[in-house]
């Protein structure tokens, strides 16, 4: 489940119209299956949103040491949250999802007055104490240009890391970092910019879109008239999958350490229009000949270090989705095979609704006509589950009981005889709005 700084992030970007589909999370739909983080002992997480600009965030974990953290978040634009008991449970945790065709971001209308422009900047400011490790947080996110945007993250943290001094001295080591990013997106091009203050470490990433970008289809079919096809239309091969292509390579250096790194990906993902397993009220999920499952096909190598992965995630029924990943060195032969799945819990709870009366009709004036019983599906949870060849599984539920939301996950290594538990966790998270 996502923290309550990084959920207002994805809010904030949404509401800005920021696209968060770069090179960084190219295997995004494979990892919220397969690499999902288990709690670690007994947490708590409370947040509040006393105004539409400023919201507080505070965690405690109980088990197995006691510490715990103070948040703030400030944004110069009002930004809903909503609650943990109203917000849909499918946007508080990663999961697979296939994304809509990218689009090139559009910035704020622009306001002018007395013939000057006046309207500013969006940004987001956050910061978060540690106690009592005195380990320090924060983050900056400007909107510089409709395309543009640059993030500042800052970390200190006395007392841990680093080579000791001399015990005469007594001073603590401190170990601090700054880094710097900038992301441009156009729509079908998206490049990365990063700078890492404490090891001198430069890195660019870029990623092309293939196909159509957003609005771009409908366009061109009001162009061609009725009945008319283009002959570059996407459509589906027979026995085939209907999609887009995605394509990117990343490469960074470290004038620090004197070391290169180069990087490079491709990914396969069904479009989001596709006809999804049909659903009916009386009858089990079932795959038609005209779908196809929504799926994403991953796969990355890094030539210098010979490390080649590759990831294959579908969803095979409304609620059920299964991911698989190889990963291969090409110098060691060292391999690694995972298997994950994601299920959704759902209960049905039938909602009555007034019928709706046509205007020529004539009022009912003796008795109340009957209400329409309409039967819908409430997502109570979701548990994920995974499995590889290094003797590791994980498996977690994920849910909402009344106000509160709740994470419980265990994580075992079937290879050890006298420690088989090697993590067991719960976090509980509730947080509010006043707006």
Known sequence: MYPFAAYVLRKYHELTGWNEDFYSKLTRSSTAIL??????????AISKSPTPLFKTTYTLQ???TLHGSLGYIFTSC??????????????????????????????????????QRVDTRDYLLYGRLYVPASRVEALYSIR???????????????????????????????????????????????????YSAEDGMWGTRVLHHFGRLAGEASSEKKELGEGEKRVDEEDPMPGGLRGRFSAGAEVYFSAKEKSLGVS???????????????????????????????????????????QFSGAYAARVSRDLTLCSRYDFNMYSYESDWAMGAEWWMRRSKVRQLAPVQEDNELPVMTLPSPAVEVEEDE???????RIGTDASVSLMWEGRLRN????????????????????????LAYFSSDE
């Open 144 to 194: 510089l240009t409709p395309t543009l945007q640059g993030t500042i993250a800052a970390i200190s943290e006395p007392g841990r890391f680093g080579v000791r001094p001399p015990p005469r001295y007594g001073a603590p080591v401190t170990r601090s970092n700054l880094l710097f990013g900038l992301e441009h997106d156009i729509g079908r091009w998206c490049t990365e910019y990063s």
């Open 78 to 115: 009002p930004l809903d949250v909503g609650g943990s008991h109203v917000v849909p449970f499918d946007e508080l945790l990663s999961r697979f999802k296939i994304y809509g065709p990218p689009k090139r971001p559009e910035g704020k209308e622009e306001e002018w007055l007395a013939g």
């Open 379 to 385: 997502i109570q949870g979701v548990v994920k589950a």
């Open 62 to 64: 109980a088990l197995p």
């Open 404 to 427: 509160t939301l709740i994470s419980l996950g265990v994580l075992s290594n079937l290879a050890s005889p006298t420690k088989p538990i090697v993590n067991i966790g719960v976090e």
């Open 35 to 44: 690499d999902f983080d288990v709690p670690h002992g007994v947490n708590f």
């Open 264 to 306: 490079t990906g491709v990914r396969f993902t069904t479009l989001p229009d596709a006809t999804p397993p049909s659903i009916t009220q009386n009858h089990p999920p079932m795959l038609t000949s005209s779908s196809q499952p929504p799926t994403t096909i991953t796969a990355t190598f890094n030539p210098m270090m010979g």
